[in-house]
């Protein structure tokens, strides 16, 4: 059965203190992976797309990495403004319209 | 950055009344559009999968002629809930499926907040 577990459910930090998200996934095949944002009331808000095992990105102080059975977000020196929830999804290589999302990991910076 | 708009941001109806939400691309074309629900403090939960000219596909246990879908174009997806009863309150997202060359995302809208008296 085709899945995406979050971990943890829920992460606090200082500022300044990194820390790493992580999205673990069970699927028949993957086409890609992708991180969002969400802030409360809000739609999730595009983050990046991976699409093979080895691929990073970056963008400020995130990076998402890749292996063939999860995925990394890793927050380096966070700000309280990166308080949010972070969703990931994958989709299928057999169906692409099929997206499975994890259940997120809510991020508390402290200040 | 691809943008997609939902109206209304929120809406409060009375039960027994049907209330349309509308999901717009603004500055790309999508032939696959997405709506979600998501409940407080939980993940989406795909109801279903708008594709433009043709018929909606529906999620298990998502009832088509409660939760009416209409992709009438390349930019515009309409979710009209039908007779909405309180325990249709939620939060409803759409997202808008862009493709350009190898890259393949789902842009989501804000959100509409659904309250059902």
């Known amino acids: 059965e085709d899945q995406v577990t979050q971990s943890p459910e829920a992460l606090r930090l200082q500022e300044g203190e990194s820390s790493s998200l992580n999205c673990s996934y069970t699927?028949?095949?993957?086409?890609?992976l992708f991180w969002y944002r969400q802030d409360p009331g809000k739609g999730p808000e595009f983050l990046f797309t991976l699409y093979s095992a080895g691929e990073e990105k970056e963008k400020e102080r995130l990076k998402a990495t890749l292996t063939k059975k999860e995925s990394f977000l890793h927050i380096t020196a966070p700000k309280p403004e990166d308080s949010a929830t972070y969703l990931c999804?994958?989709?299928?290589?057999?169906?692409?319209?099929?997206?499975?999302f994890g259940s997120g990991t809510k991020l508390n910076v402290k200040p | 950055g691809a943008v997609v708009s939902q109206h209304p941001s929120r809406v409060i109806c009375k039960s027994g009344t049907s209330v349309k939400i509308e999901c717009r691309s603004l500055d790309f074309q999508a032939t696959t559009m997405f709506w979600y629900r998501q409940f407080p403090k939980q993940s989406l939960m795909l109801m279903a999968t708008s594709n433009e000219g043709s018929k909606a596909t529906y999620e298990q246990g998502v009832e088509k002629d409660k939760f009416l879908i209409n992709h009438a174009s390349l930019t515009l997806s309409t979710l009209t809930v039908t007779s909405a009863h309180p325990e249709d309150s939620s939060f409803y997202i759409c997202s808008a499926r862009q493709l350009a060359g190898d890259l393949d995302t789902q842009y989501f809208g804000p959100g509409t907040r659904l309250t059902v008296l």
């Open positions: 699927v028949s095949g993957l086409r890609g």
């Open positions: 999804a994958v989709q299928l290589r057999y169906n692409f319209n099929k997206f499975y």
